[in-house]
């Protein structure tokens, strides 16, 4: 298909007042393990948030990586422990888990932001004691018994603190950040933590213009599996109670709801697997997935 020059100019013109919205503006993207998909994916990706920095928006970005850790584990022959959905998280396994975020898929990801002109500095939530994290445990009913008993989920954690100093250092200064989610504790150590909950404790900090939350499904669904394009608070809980939001989308809209009580703006649910996802929410007036505000 051949774009013309005028459809060219009418798109940056339709961008250009987005552009003025999000002008020296935060916005936190969070980069599904899902979603990152393969290769040609990751460094669509990495060119659209080379783009958006150019365009004087301060992108954070915050990666997963489940599938990556997951796989690692096999081919290392460690046999992965699941309790209430969670993996548990033991000394050997939390080696290799900041060994895949910090290391191949944070550096990776780094690298491909680098080539296509940009300036990306990889980090943990353990740099500059970023992100302090409490132990979780979860509390699950025996299914014959309803006995409650609690699960020791070892080195996962959950954000109890967000220091931003090292990010106000970055941020602004034509450099991008790549944040790992894992995080250390005020007794010390390494936590895993889940990257949508790191990624909205980052946002909320920052006071982000938007967080923007790369997923593998388009957005929240209604009953009729019809997207949802905007919703409030108040009707998030409502879909919730009433089951219209169900399974994995809780949690994710859950974090939504937790940034935007610790002051962000606006937060997004998309499909990473679009391409240019994160520019056709940014900057057209068509947008992308389900945008949910106060």
């Known amino acids: 298909m051949t774009v013309s020059p005028h459809d060219i100019a009418h798109v940056l013109s339709e961008a250009l007042p987005h552009m003025q919205r999000y002008d020296e503006e935060i916005v936190v993207v969070k980069y599904g393990g899902h979603a990152m998909g393969d290769e040609a994916t990751a460094r669509s990706f990495a060119r659209d948030i080379v783009l958006m920095e150019q365009t004087a928006i301060n992108p954070v970005v915050v990666h997963g990586g489940g599938p990556q850790i997951g796989e690692m584990l096999k081919r290392l022959g460690i046999e992965s422990q699941f309790a209430a959905g969670l993996r548990i998280t033991d000394e050997k396994t939390i080696e290799i888990v900041e060994m895949v975020l910090a290391g191949s898929i944070n550096k990776g990801l780094v690298g491909f932001i680098n080539e296509a002109g940009g300036k990306a500095v990889g980090l943990t939530g353990k740099d500059g004691n970023m992100v302090m994290a409490r132990k979780v445990t979860r509390t699950v009913a025996d ?23 090292v990010l106000d250092q970055i941020l602004g200064r034509d450099l991008i950040p790549v944040l790992a989610p894992i995080a250390t504790s005020a007794q010390g150590g390494t936590y895993n933590v889940n990257a949508d909950t790191f990624a909205g404790a980052i946002a909320g900090a920052l006071k982000a213009k938007r967080f923007l939350l790369l997923t593998d499904v388009p957005g929240v669904l209604d009953k009729s599996k019809s997207l949802i394009k905007e919703l409030s608070v108040n009707d998030a809980r409502r879909l919730i109670a009433d089951g219209t939001i169900s399974g994995g989308m809780i949690p994710k809209v859950e974090t939504c709801i937790y940034a935007l009580d610790q002051g962000v703006e606006g937060v997004v649910i998309l499909d990473g697997k679009v391409p240019h996802a994160v520019l056709l929410e940014l900057l057209t007036d068509h947008g992308a997935g389900t945008l949910i505000h106060k």
Do not use: N, Y
């Open 143 to 165: 299914p014959g018994s309803a006995i409650e008993r609690v699960i020791d989920l070892g080195f996962v954690g959950e954000p109890e603190k967000v220091d931003t100093m």
